[in-house]
């Protein structure tokens, strides 16, 4: 109990420490993009450049917020959940980094959606016309290639049955 205890402190700091970087990249975003004031930093490639999105990934169902919210919280209820039911094992531990960037990227972005009604978008890769999105999008980003990756060439089916508690639900239901 000592090494969950341990490990889901770690991932509470870790998560809170991603987070705070999301927030201060956001605020400075704020101070000093906002009202057109785009930073170029590699001509025609890349630029800081300041968006209020209402939507999600690519601007894509805007205004739903009231959905973004109630989805974003039975997420990291899930995602939680899963945290705290997984193995204390090595072979666990990059499942248990995932959650921690997919909940700092989805905290991120929820806080902005309850504070502003819209989220703080400032990164812009101008050269592929890539929509602009920000540091919480990074961290979900990486968070599910990473989760693809390993749930595809890492980790096996029992693997994943224990991470999702579902060989005890299995059990009990087979049993019934």
Known sequence: MNMKRNSCTIGIV???LLLLVDQFAKYLA???LKGGNSIILIKGVFQLH???????AFGIMQGMRNWFVVGTVLMLALMLFIY???????K???ARF???LLSAG???NLIDRLRLNYVVDFFYFELIDFPIFNVADIYVSCGMVLLILFFLFYY??????RLLSLKKFKKKKSGA
Request: hydrophobic share 40%.
């Open 98 to 100: 995932i959650i921690i």
């Open 84 to 90: 705290w039911k997984s193995p204390m094992e090595k």
């Open 156 to 161: 096996k089916e029992e693997d994943i049955d």
């Open 106 to 108: 989805a905290l991120g």
């Open 30 to 32: 704020v101070t000093y």
């Open 50 to 56: 300041y968006l209020e999105n209402r939507g999600a």
């Open 92 to 94: 666990f531990r990059w």
């Open 14 to 16: 870790s998560s809170m």
